[in-house]
């Protein structure tokens, strides 16, 4: 909700126009604000799950996201000390960025996703 906003929902995103004049004109006539909406695709949702997932402080499980990691990577990244990825006991291998790798994050992300 609001000037900008963005949301996914589902398979389509919903980007909120950043024109406060446009916004407000919009609500005074009782109309919807006017937004763009997008269809967002499986590769799509998986590769914005890494970016997203990664910037928080806990570990991300990788299932469902297979397709968009480069193994070959992830083994560079995990042996020059940048991610750590552990084993819990359903089999899932969570992936977290290390302190090291917390400072470079963006260079690691996009070097991770192929």
Do not use: C
């Given at each position: ?43 799509t949702k ?64 996009a070097d991770?996703?192929?």
């Open positions: 909700i609001g000037i900008g906003a963005v949301s996914t929902l589902g398979g389509l995103r919903r980007r909120n126009a950043p024109s406060l004049a446009r916004y407000v004109a919009a609500l005074r006539h009782g109309d919807t604000p006017p937004r763009e909406l997008e269809p967002i695709d499986g590769e998986a590769l914005e799950r890494i970016m997203l997932g990664l910037r928080l402080d806990e570990p991300l499980a990788l299932e469902g996201s297979e397709s968009v990691i480069d193994r070959a990577a992830l083994g560079r990244l995990r042996d020059g000390g940048l991610v750590e990825v552990g084993s819990d006991r359903s089999g899932r291998e969570p992936l977290k960025l290390t302190r090291r790798g917390r400072f470079l994050g963006g260079a690691v992300t991770l996703l192929t």
